[in-house]
């Protein structure tokens, strides 16, 4: 933990997925202060068809990207909402998805609900003033 899941409704390459990986690491380690070795980032590719949302009230289904992120409970709105941004943006820039068609959703966790054999157990509590 934190989990980052991308759920995407076209095939990408190889190297852009890890490119896209790399910078989700990076923003999400600087802007949520965690340790980057905690991160895991699954990048989810269903077959045609597979995912779809109505950008438009009366409008037809097109193919979507979801987002979740799986974070420590406790992160205040405003620092969600930058994460969010900044997640999205790597997401626009290297794989070229609509940003009308990508959703971010926050599932959050307590420390003793993520465990890291490698690095000692149980996740610390996050603390407020540790940002």
Not at 119 to 125: A, T
Request: glycine letters at 6%.
């Amino acid at each position: 933990m934190p989990y980052l899941q991308l759920d995407l409704s076209d095939r990408y390459a190889p190297e852009d997925k890890k490119r896209l990986a790399a910078a989700l690491c990076e923003t999400y380690a600087r802007l949520m202060s965690v340790d980057i070795r905690r991160i895991s980032v699954a990048i989810r590719e269903f077959r045609e068809g597979g995912l779809w949302r109505i950008p438009n009230a009366g409008g037809e289904p097109v193919p979507a990207s979801m987002l979740m992120l799986d974070i420590r409970r406790g992160r205040p709105p405003e620092l969600r909402m930058a994460v969010a941004k900044a997640l999205c943006a790597h997401c626009i820039a290297i794989l070229g998805l609509p940003e009308d068609c990508l959703n971010v959703e926050f599932t959050q966790h307590s420390g003793d609900e993520m465990y890291h054999p490698a690095l000692g157990g149980f996740s610390p509590e996050w603390e407020p003033d540790e940002r």
